[in-house]
C-alpha cells in the first residue's frame, strides 16, 4: 500500500521523511480537499493508496494533550440538518477506520479561539481543526484508506495564537509517531 502523507502547513512536516509523496495542502477545508483531490487524481489506483493526515489540533476539553488517532471526523460548520430535511445527504461525518472510537474531530473553516464556539464544539467532539473532515471526504471519494493523527497543540481557547510557537513540538511529536507506525500503515491490512 502507497502512503501519501497530508499537512496543512509545511512546518507540520518539518520532520517527516522525504522519500514519501507529502500534500501540502494549505489552511481550510476547501484547501485541504482540492490539493488532496488533485493529489489523488494523478495517482494510478488511489484504492491503492493510504493517506495519512498528519496535523495539530485544538482540544476542546480540558486534560487532553498529546497525540490522538479519532475514530471519526464531523465537519461542524456544515448545516447538516437543513441540507437532510431537503431530502439530502450532506455525509457530515465519517467513522474512520482503525481509529480510536472514542475520539471524535471536528473540522471546519473557523481557527477555534473562542471560549463558547469550544464549549459548543465539545458537545461532539474532543478536537478541532480545519482540513481533517475534507481529507477524508476526498479520500472516501477515491476509494483510498485514510488515517487521521492529530497532535494537540493548544486548548482551542486563547493558547491557540501561539500555534506558531508551538508546531515545531507537534511536528516532532508527529514524525516520531509516523516513524514508530509506519510498517502497519504501509499494510495492506487496515487493523
Same mark, same amino acid.
Given at each position: 500500500? *502507497?502512503?501519501? &502523507? ?5 512546518? @507540520?512536516?518539518?520532520?517527516?521523511? /522525504?522519500?514519501? $509523496?507529502?500534500?501540502?495542502? %494549505? ?12 493529489? &489523488? ?12 493526515? &498528519?496535523?495539530?489540533?485544538?482540544? &476542546? ?8 488517532? $479519532? ?9 447538516? !440538518?437543513?441540507?437532510?430535511?431537503? %431530502?439530502?445527504?450532506?455525509? @457530515? ?7 480510536? $472510537? ?6 471546519? /473553516? ?5 471560549? /463558547? ?6 458537545? !461532539?467532539?474532543?478536537?478541532? *481543526? ?19 493523527? +492529530? ?5 482551542? /481557547? *486563547?493558547?491557540?495564537? !501561539? ?19 509506519? %510498517? +502497519? ?7
Amino acid at each position: 500500500m *502507497d502512503i501519501v &502523507l497530508v499537512v496543512a502547513a509545511r512546518a @507540520e512536516a518539518a520532520y517527516l521523511p /522525504d522519500e514519501l $509523496p507529502l500534500v501540502l495542502t %494549505g489552511l481550510g477545508k476547501t484547501a485541504a480537499a482540492v490539493a488532496l483531490t488533485r493529489a &489523488l487524481a494523478s495517482r494510478p489506483d488511489p484504492r491503492n493508496t493510504h493517506v495519512v493526515n &498528519l496535523g495539530t489540533a485544538g482540544a &476542546l476539553r480540558d486534560g487532553l494533550t498529546g497525540i490522538f488517532r $479519532p475514530g471519526l471526523v464531523h465537519n461542524h460548520d456544515l448545516n447538516a !440538518e437543513a441540507i437532510r430535511t431537503l %431530502g439530502y445527504d450532506p455525509r @457530515e461525518s465519517f467513522a474512520l477506520s482503525g481509529g480510536d $472510537p472514542a475520539v471524535a474531530l471536528a473540522s471546519g /473553516d473557523t481557527f477555534v479561539t473562542d471560549a /463558547d464556539v469550544r464549549a459548543r464544539l465539545a458537545a !461532539e467532539a474532543h478536537l478541532v *481543526d480545519m482540513e481533517g473532515y475534507a481529507v477524508a471526504f476526498a479520500a472516501a471519494a477515491f476509494g483510498s484508506r485514510c488515517t487521521l493523527v +492529530k497532535h494537540v497543540s493548544d486548548a482551542a /481557547d *486563547d493558547s491557540a495564537w !501561539e500555534w506558531p510557537e508551538r508546531v515545531d513540538a507537534s511536528a516532532r511529536e508527529l514524525a516520531a509517531w509516523f516513524a514508530e507506525h509506519r %510498517g +502497519k500503515l504501509e499494510s495492506p491490512d487496515p487493523a
